[in-house]
């Protein structure tokens, strides 16, 4: 079992109440590009990500798919509909091979009216996930595309960047986003086409704002790109 203490949401419980909690957690696993859930199934469930990464991701007018946020190890995913008892508002895809711990609705309900702090904590998150997604949206509405692109992997960078460490061919304070992503995962998180998200990646590295380097994207200079977000 994952330790308590390395889930967010779950760490403000003490050892005791950790051990109280973990029964009602469930693992499962799910297959690359394998659905989670779709929008309009039941809420039975909320989610946490333990390996691997999942994309919530939901279909435009057009039809064309929009990523509306990346779920990483040690997030949780489904819990405004769970908490609210209405249907997902979105789709939820493993991005890769990934491994997940599921609580159904009546038992988290249960969990937070055992532990009142957790509520606090699950709503803080929730809050500051809506108000991500929002701007997402806004940004895909009103931004050119370029500024979107910089945009994302500054989020990415933010979210989940590493610092690179004795690398002799880049500079100090560069920074790997630790996940692989597609041009196609880049198009669909800002709404564009794939081919003008090749164009956009082409000109940040010619640039030398970004790199490629084992199917991660390097961010060389940071403040050439935040320029870049208008």
């Not at 997902?88 to 038992?107: C, F, G, Q, T």
């Amino acid at each position: 079992m994952v330790d308590f203490k390395k889930i967010p949401v779950f760490s403000a419980l003490n050892t005791s109440d950790a051990e109280e909690v973990k029964p009602y957690l469930m693992p499962a696993k799910f297959r690359k590009k394998e659905a989670i859930f779709s929008e309009g199934d039941p809420s039975d469930w909320l989610y946490i990500v333990t390996k691997g990464k999942v994309k919530i991701t939901k279909l435009s007018q057009s039809g064309r798919e929009l990523i509306l946020e990346i779920i990483s190890p040690m997030d949780f995913f489904g819990g405004v509909a769970v908490m609210r008892g209405f249907p997902y508002p979105a789709n939820a895809v493993a991005m890769e091979d990934s491994e997940v711990l599921k609580i159904s609705r009546s038992n988290l309900m249960r969990i937070l009216d055992r532990f009142p702090n957790l509520m606090y904590c699950m709503a803080m998150n929730i809050g500051d996930r809506i108000k991500g997604s929002h701007e997402a949206l806004k940004n895909i509405a009103i931004e050119k595309v370029e500024a979107r692109i910089a945009s994302l992997l500054i989020k990415l960078s933010e979210k989940t960047g590493v610092k690179t460490v004795g690398d002799s061919t880049l500079r100090d304070g560069a920074v790997v986003i630790d996940m692989k992503l597609t041009k196609q995962d880049i198009a669909e998180m800002v709404g564009t086409t794939v081919e003008t998200s090749i164009r956009t990646m082409s000109k940040f590295k010619k640039l030398g704002i970004v790199a490629e380097k084992a199917g991660k994207i390097i961010i060389k200079d940071v403040n050439k790109l935040k320029t870049l977000c208008g």
